[in-house]
């Protein structure tokens, strides 16, 4: 009897081992302003909206400055740190310089919370509800966002650059990139769909349009129309051009959809890292999954959405609340 009483309690923690999923950060709660700054969200939406009226390209923006934030030093706001004479910041890597947009966005709702409620919502809390509003404003599912973050003082052009998945990696490296972030390989095809809004500079898809290798121009993978549709976008020689940019989903640049999917399964996915991914068996069931169930994929994009927001995020004691979020205070 004793033995079988061993034997079940055994066996009972080693399922729970097994079934075991890390908590949310249990410092960051949905709600995290109620009583102090109850109106955070409101402002931060309504600055985000008045930005789209503008430009709709800054919601890409916006959700795209939160993943570069994430991948470097966790969700500290440290890509939003000016570089100085002493120090060259995440923001001006190659990686971000000149793609990176929709600072004024998160400066806007910075100064008007600070007048508000001065020195109570961080930077990098702005940032993650300002990259849930952007999704939400092109049609993506909207989510809780936890809040609770404290913003980081360290900010380098050196970790932008090491920690950065780039456009030409495959598969393997981009898997591997997002491990190191605590992201399956199910969360990367998810969190790449947010390919499907937004724009490129030339210089992150040129290797695939010209002197490919040595026995062809051009990338094999990529769709030969859509290919000398892009040259003529992006001709040779010219590539460099800062002012040179493409839509990286062509039909529906603005809207979340799961447009990006089906330009893959079409290998007119932009980048070497979005066309990769049909060589892995299992990214390339997931990118056809995506693309014939939206409402799957944005059920996905949003849950692993909140899940990047809490990569290595200061709280606590940790960390401040700038009062000028280009700025560390003094």
Request: charged residues 15%.
């Amino acid at each position: 009897m004793a033995s079988n009483k061993l034997t079940f309690v055994l066996s009972t923690f080693i399922l729970l081992v097994f079934q075991y999923v890390p908590p949310l950060d249990a410092q960051l709660q949905v709600g995290y302003y109620n009583g102090e700054c109850s109106f955070v969200e409101f402002i931060i939406k309504e600055e985000v909206r008045k930005a789209f009226i503008v430009d709709r390209g800054v919601a890409a923006g916006l959700v795209r400055m939160h993943f570069h934030d994430c991948f470097v030093r966790g969700c500290d706001a440290s890509v939003l740190i000016d570089s100085t004479p002493s120090n060259q910041a995440e923001k001006d890597a190659p990686a971000n310089n000149p793609s990176l947009r929709g600072f004024q966005v998160i400066d806007n709702a910075k100064g008007r919370l600070e007048f508000l409620c001065p020195g109570i919502v961080s930077c990098a809390d702005i940032l993650a509800f300002a990259a849930r509003d952007s999704v939400e404003i092109t049609g993506g599912l909207g989510y809780d966002v936890p809040a609770g973050r404290k913003d980081g003082r360290i900010s380098l052009l050196s970790e932008a650059s090491a920690n950065l998945p780039s456009p030409r990696f495959g598969v393997s490296q981009l898997t591997q990139a997002f491990a190191n972030k605590g992201l399956d390989q199910n969360e990367l095809v998810t969190l790449s769909g947010a390919h499907t809004i937004g724009r490129s500079h030339c210089t992150s898809f040129s290797n695939r349009l010209f002197n490919f290798n040595t026995t062809t121009a051009q990338d094999p993978t990529l769709d030969p129309l859509f290919a000398a549709q892009l040259a003529q976008q992006c001709p040779q020689g010219s590539t460099n051009n800062p002012n040179l940019v493409v839509p990286i989903d062509p039909s529906t640049p603005t809207i979340m959809d799961t447009a990006y999917y089906g330009n893959i399964l079409a290998n007119r996915g932009l980048f070497t890292s979005d066309q990769s991914l049909l060589t892995d068996p299992s990214t390339a069931t997931q990118v056809t999954q995506n693309a014939q169930d939206p409402s799957l994929w944005r059920s996905k994009f949003a849950d692993a959405m909140v899940k990047m927001g809490q990569i290595g995020v200061l709280t606590g004691g940790t960390g401040e609340i700038r009062v000028n979020c280009r700025v560390v205070n003094s």
